[in-house]
T-cell receptor, first 113, second 112 residues
Framework: DARVTQTPRDKVTEMGQEVTMRCQPILGHNTVFWYRQTMMQGLELLAYFRNRAPLDDSGMPKDRFSAEMPDATLATLKIQPSEPRDSAVYFC???FGVGDTQYFGPGTRLTVL | DQQVKQNSPSLSVQEGRISILNCDYTNSMFDYFLWYKKYPAEGPTFLISISSIKDKNEDGRFTVFLNKSAKHLSLHIVPSQPGDSAVYFCAASGGSNYKLTFGKGTLLTVNP
């Protein structure tokens, strides 16, 4: 049963600290997405990759967020420095195409104190 | 500019009855539509999809209807079960190179 995995599942940190979230997409999927879910905004698309190349990261605050795919089995989302307003659940999803069905991981719940 | 709208934040139905979740869109370029279900502390799970060349797609208790002229789709769950209680997201895309646009979700509660 192939699924997207994310680590850590929960992260509590203090303001100013660096946070790194990791995602392993489903093997064979060539498109990876990072979303953030908040009560006010619903699911916000932060960035996405196709064949490991970044296609669009316009949803991310550029000064503190960065997303990379070091290899086909790992995507990372980094926040440095973290702020309380970054507290949210961050989801990774993967699929065969940008507009095709996406399969989501369980999410990382981030709390910045 | 919210291109995919789910106007009902919540819906409550009795077990065994029909649940109807609605979604409206504004972008006429959208041609692929999906519904996701999300339980607390889990990621959204793909439920059912429909292409714009069809007006209905069925999978067990779940049926999605698409009305292109009204730019409206709906998800019917018959019969509803308590395990269906979750947040349902509608999503749409304009082709395989265009990202999915999600609605803000509708919380469905199915009462025993």
């Amino acid at each position: 049963d192939a699924r997207v995995t994310q680590t850590p599942r929960d992260k509590v940190t203090e303001m100013g600290q660096e946070v790194t979230m990791r995602c392993q997409p489903i093997l064979g999927h060539n498109t990876v997405f990072w979303y953030r879910q908040t009560m006010m905004q619903g699911l916000e698309l932060l960035a996405y990759f196709r064949n490991r190349a970044p296609l669009d990261d316009s949803g991310m605050p550029k000064d503190r967020f960065s997303a990379e795919m070091p290899d086909a089995t790992l995507a990372t989302l980094k926040i440095q420095p973290s702020e309380p307003r970054d507290s949210a659940v961050y989801f990774c999803a993967s699929g065969f195409g940008v507009g095709d069905t996406q399969y989501f991981g369980p999410g990382t719940r981030l709390t910045v104190l | 500019d919210q291109q995919v709208k789910q106007n009902s934040p919540s819906l409550s139905v009795q077990e065994g009855r029909i649940s109807i979740l609605n979604c409206d869109y504004t972008n006429s370029m959208f041609d692929y539509f999906l519904w996701y279900k999300k339980y607390p502390a889990e990621g959204p799970t793909f439920l059912i999809s429909i292409s714009s060349i069809k007006d209905k797609n069925e999978d067990g208790r779940f049926t999605v209807f698409l009305n292109k002229s009204a730019k409206h789709l709906s998800l019917h769950i018959v019969p509803s079960q308590p395990g269906d209680s979750a947040v349902y997201f509608c999503a749409a895309s304009g082709g395989s190179n265009y990202k999915l646009t999600f609605g803000k979700g509708t919380l469905l509660t199915v009462n025993p």
